[in-house]
T-cell receptor, first 116, second 113 residues
Framework: EAGVAQSPRYKIIEKRQSVAFWCNPISGHATLYWYQQILGQGPKLLIQFQNNGVVDDSQLPKDRFSAERLKGVDSTLKIQPAKLEDSAVYLCASSLGALAVGKTQYFGPGTRLLVL | ELKVEQNPLFLSMQEGKNYTIYCNYSTTSDRLYWYRQDPGKSLESLFVLLSNGAVKQEGRLMASLDTKARLSTLHITAAVHDLSATYFC?????????????FGKGTHLIIQP
């Protein structure tokens, strides 16, 4: 079974530039999450989708971050404009969904973003 | 607001020794997870604990959950170098469809020969 795919794996940009990350979840997983992991810390939830609807985006900095999952499968996370403090690893995770008994979240390899 | 605290945050131990990592959380939870992260890698699921008194074991690792005390432990038995990694506990909030995890800061474990 293929895991969660993310691209790009690495990105270096200058502050005030824009950047976008892509995620393809495990086939059949209805729920998709984006997390931000700053160096030395645990991941922090940014947004959760159930199919193509947003379940929780309370911790997403909406003035600069946006995310979508138009067809209920792939998702993109965008930052515009980027700040120095956005330097982090952006992790995508997926799970079977809220009604599943074993709804472990499976994480992708992450996109490492460096903002200069 | 759900808060998750792990301790210790850093642990250096010798091979063959036993040790325990602790995870406390602040509010009721549906599930508690333990993940492993190797340097530069993503998170690997180790255990999911669903109910009070749950105990799961895999190799030299054993995890337990006490929902009344809001405490989970990850016990390492006879540590080997391959277990060197950062270990995170993560808590899923109770009820509803919003089940994004709240993670602890992680325990950076180094096992020396």
């Amino acid at each position: 079974e293929a895991g969660v795919a993310q691209s790009p794996r690495y990105k270096i940009i200058e502050k005030r530039q824009s950047v976008a990350f892509w995620c393809n979840p495990i086939s059949g997983h209805a729920t998709l999450y984006w997390y931000q992991q700053i160096l030395g810390q645990g991941p922090k939830l940014l947004i959760q989708f159930q199919n193509n609807g947003v379940v929780d985006d309370s911790q997403l900095p909406k003035d600069r971050f946006s995310a979508e999952r138009l067809k209920g499968v792939d998702s993109t996370l965008k930052i515009q404009p980027a700040k120095l403090e956005d330097s982090a690893v952006y992790l995508c995770a997926s799970s079977l969904g809220a009604l599943a008994v074993g709804k472990t979240q499976y994480f992708g390899p992450g996109t490492r973003l460096l903002v200069l | 607001e759900l808060k998750v605290e792990q301790n210790p945050l850093f642990l250096s131990m010798q091979e063959g020794k036993n040790y325990t990592i602790y995870c406390n959380y602040s509010t009721t939870s549906d599930r508690l997870y333990w993940y492993r992260q190797d340097p530069g890698k993503s998170l690997e699921s180790l255990f999911v604990l669903l109910s009070n008194g749950a105990v799961k074991q895999e190799g030299r690792l054993m995890a337990s959950l006490d929902t009344k005390a809001r405490l989970s432990t990850l016990h390492i038995t006879a540590a080997v170098h391959d277990l060197s990694a950062t270990y995170f506990c993560a808590v899923e909030p109770s009820g509803g469809g919003a089940d994004g995890l709240t993670f602890g800061k992680g325990t950076h474990l180094i096992i020396q020969p």
